[in-house]
């Protein structure tokens, strides 16, 4: 269970990074069936991921670094922790969706190996489209 403080920062990091963020009460339902991570500097979070197993597949729901400390790692770091978890417990695929115009996100993926693989069509508020990236693990 999250604590008020660990919502108030994941609140905080998910405004900085996203358009469409979660409010407390989807926070708390996902800390039941998600793995959360803060990537913390001097006590306070810079980075940030939530990823759930989803049929023999991790799914990343959020991945995102505070924008004044983009460009160090940090999402890489985070990364190589969701691929290592997938190592562990023999998962094959780790996907994500993406906002079709978040070009920065897009390649900042296929960087590291992702694939566009599917169109989730007007999934978003902006009735603009979510494409799917997945990546397979050796
Ligand atoms: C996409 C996002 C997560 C990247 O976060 P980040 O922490 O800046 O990512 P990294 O630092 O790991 O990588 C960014 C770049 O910095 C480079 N970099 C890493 N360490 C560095 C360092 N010490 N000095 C200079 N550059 C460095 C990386 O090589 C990378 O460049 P590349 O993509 O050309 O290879 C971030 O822009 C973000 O939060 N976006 C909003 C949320 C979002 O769109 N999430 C979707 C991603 S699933």
Redesign the pocket.
């Known amino acids: 269970m999250l604590t008020g403080n660990e919502i108030g920062y994941l609140r905080d990091m998910d405004i900085k ?2 358009e469409w963020v979660w409010d407390d009460a989807t926070w708390v339902k996902e800390s039941d069936r998600s793995i959360i991570r803060m990537w913390m500097i001097e006590n306070l979070p810079r ?1 940030f991921t939530v990823y759930r197993f989803m049929n023999f597949s991790i799914h ?1 729901q959020k ?3 505070h924008p004044s400390w ?7 770091e985070l990364l190589v922790d969701i691929e290592s978890s997938a190592k562990r417990t023999g998962v094959k695929r780790i996907y ?1 969706i ?1 906002h079709e115009l ?1 070009d ?2 897009r ?3 296929r ?1 590291r190996g992702f694939i566009a693989d599917k169109v989730h069509k007007e999934m978003y508020p902006d009735k603009r489209d979510g494409y799917c990236f997945s990546k397979e693990l050796p």
């Open positions: 990074c996203y980075g990343i991945l995102g670094t983009r460009r160090r790692g940090i999402a890489s994500t993406l978040n920065s996100g390649e900042w993926l960087k």
